[in-house]
Nanobody, 124 residues
Framework: VQLQASGGGLVQAGGSLSLSCVASGSFFRAYAWGWFRQAPGKEREFVAAVSWSGRDTYYQDSVKGRSSISRDDAKNTVYLQMNTLKPEDTGVYYC??????????????????WGQGTQVTVSS
């Protein structure tokens, strides 16, 4: 599975971005999906996740209420809409695939395929 993330950029605080991650191949439905981010000098952290059905979603507390994760199985794409962006949202955002139903959707170690990342920079 190859993942291509896009949609990052430079935005002012309070602005919005919509990230996309397109997966190659025909196994998109076999995975649940997550977004993680890594700020300079910090460890990669969980941002949001969506289940196989798309009905269950999970968010880091700091983005809850201003972010939305979704999936479009027909387009092999997972999205992350982020609103009211803050400077602390700055980082490289990665999409990732999780294949084990029993794994923790919030845990970095649960994800087996990773995209190359897209840079998000929020200026104050």
């Amino acid at each position: 599975v190859q993942l291509q993330a896009s949609g990052g950029g430079l935005v002012q605080a309070g602005g919005s971005l919509s990230l996309s991650c397109v997966a190659s191949g025909s196994f998109f439905r076999a995975y649940a999906w997550g977004w993680f981010r890594q700020a300079p000098g910090k460890e990669r952290e969980f941002v949001a996740a969506v289940s196989w059905s798309g009905r269950d979603t999970y968010y880091q507390d700091s983005v809850k209420g201003r972010s939305s994760i979704s999936r479009d199985d027909a387009k092999n794409t997972v999205y992350l809409q982020m609103n009211t962006l803050k400077p602390e949202d700055t980082g490289v955002y990665y999409c990732a695939a999780r294949g084990d139903y029993n794994s923790d959707p919030l845990s970095l170690g649960s994800y087996i395929h990773w995209g190359q990342g897209t840079q998000v920079t929020v200026s104050s």
